[in-house]
């Protein structure tokens, strides 16, 4: 057995506590568990000696990340994981050892699982690797006193260059993506993406901003530096109050596109992920694909709303066959949902109102599906209904013409979140614009306006909505657009 891989049970073999069935669960909870018993442990280490020593045995210490963070084996602080190495080793240890090996190897099977990957509490998933060498890389900049240069071509801008290069290469249309969605929600095992996988899938882009978002508040802080456990419980596992994100604190997992995105500029990503491919001496073309590649990503995944897919959520199938929807459409009409009435302020939450909602909508109105397009949560995501490409049934006589967007809860008397209004309003339209599913001159409505008997959105949302840009009065869809 490798040294280091003995360095790191021995620093593990104190955790007899951890159940080996428990370990093998993959989700942030159980890793930071993990992280916290070797905290706990009897050693003094620091939390730049645990990332590193967790880069070494999952065999991330190459030569390409051993140019921005150092050879371990040259670090003094792998001093603190020299311990008696004949001290016999218990079989839950070499379990604790393969979860940490399977929870931060990132591959793709034939099959389509994405390995190395933990679901978090918001609903999304994570690749550690990049998450980690973000924050090994804030960790050794602080301790130095040094300025983290580079962290952005280490924890991202590579996984898109070798991803915009393949698809380059192989002229494959997948340089982006997927999303993925889990076996079971409440006890992860299995990671299935949703398509043919680049290279850049969603959770290695979700690993990477958060990475770099987490390595520069790393570098830029003062000591003492928190526990890693801390560090990591702080950004995945806050609790929303009330408010929901518009109180939060800033650096937690829902706003990772917004702060990403304020962290570093389209143009700036750019100039970074051709840095990674100039000793391949790109063509013009290659830097023009590379241009393509940085828009395409910006669209997706900083313009864009988070979204959680109807996989994740527990989507059942629709009934019937479905009718397709002839984007760009004119309309995007507003709803809240009433019942629920309360805003959903967790994943899970969301979640079973969404479940809720679809089996109330197939079992007791008969419809094929969910009703609305899309569902806002006020936990900083929205949720996928019947998407872009299928005819809702959200606005009678309407449904061929536009998008129903519903807000969760009643909005009769009081306004959603800022932040979630902000994703309709500023995220969700510009997004559907660009993405041509919905036309540049569309137009918003209230249910109400266009539907006899309802007072939906509620007197307080639809107040709201009529001062918003694209918002008009009645307006028959058939008419000719300005």
């Known amino acids: 057995m490798k040294t280091a891989t003995v360095s790191l049970i021995a620093l593990m073999w104190t955790c007899v506590n951890i159940q080996i069935a428990a370990v093998h669960q993959r989700d942030t909870d159980h890793f ?34 051993q140019s921005f963070l150092g050879a371990i084996d040259s670090d003094s602080e792998s001093d603190i994981l020299k311990t008696n190495h004949s001290r016999d080793i218990e079989a839950w240890s070499l379990e604790f050892l393969r979860f940490f090996d399977k929870a931060i190897h990132n591959f793709v099977t034939d099959a389509r699982e994405e390995r190395g990957v933990v679901l978090t509490p918001d609903g999304t998933t994570v690749a550690l690797a990049p998450l980690l060498q973000g924050i ?50 409440t006890a992860p095992m299995v990671f299935k993406l949703l398509g043919a996988p680049s290279l850049a899938t969603d959770a290695l882009i979700n690993g990477g901003m958060d990475g770099a978002l987490l390595g520069v508040r790393l570098s830029e802080g003062a000591e003492p530096h928190p526990k890693l456990s801390e560090l990591l419980q702080s950004y995945y596992h806050f609790q929303l109050g009330e408010a929901g994100l518009d109180k939060a604190p800033r650096l937690v997992s829902p706003r990772r596109r917004e702060n990403y995105r304020k962290l570093v500029p389209p143009s700036l990503l750019e100039e970074t992920v051709l840095k990674f491919l100039e000793d391949r001496h790109p063509s013009e073309e290659l830097k023009k694909a590379v241009k393509e590649g940085v828009q395409d990503f910006v669209l997706r995944y900083l313009d864009c709303p988070p979204m959680i897919p109807r996989c994740q959520w527990g989507a059942q199938t629709p009934k019937g066959i479905p009718v397709r929807l002839s984007p760009p459409l004119r309309f995007l009409y507003i709803h809240h949902t009433e019942i629920p009435s309360s805003p959903c302020l967790t994943f899970h939450q969301c979640s079973r109102n969404m479940r809720a909602m679809q089996r109330f909508h197939q079992e007791e109105r008969g419809w094929q599906d969910i009703g609305y397009s899309f569902v806002v949560g006020s936990d900083g995501y929205m949720y996928e209904g019947r998407g872009w490409g299928r005819q ?84 028959s869809p058939n008419a000719t657009a300005s």
């Open 32 to 65: 930071i568990q993990a992280i916290q018993q070797i905290e706990d442990s009897s050693l003094e280490v620091s939390p730049l000696s645990i990332v590193r020593s967790l880069r070494r045995a999952a065999g991330h210490d190459n030569a390409f990340t």
């Open 136 to 185: 090994e890389a804030g960790l050794k900049a602080r301790s130095q006193g040094l300025h983290p240069q580079d962290l952005h071509l280490l924890t991202l801008a590579r996984t898109l260059g070798l991803s915009f290069l393949h698809a380059y290469n192989t002229s494959s249309a997948e340089r982006l993506g997927p999303d993925g969605c889990w076996d079971n929600i």
């Open 392 to 475: 809702g049934a959200h606005t009678r006589n309407h449904n061929a013409f536009g998008y129903g967007v519903a807000f969760v809860g009643n909005y009769s008397a009081s306004l959603p979140t800022q932040h979630s209004l902000n994703l309709v309003r500023h995220r969700l339209a510009k997004c559907a614009v660009t993405a041509r599913f919905l036309q540049a001159n569309h137009t918003v409505q209230g249910h109400r306006q266009v539907v006899a008997g309802t007072t939906c959105p509620g007197d307080a949302l639809y107040s709201e909505i009529s001062t918003w840009e694209h918002y008009r009065e009645a307006e």
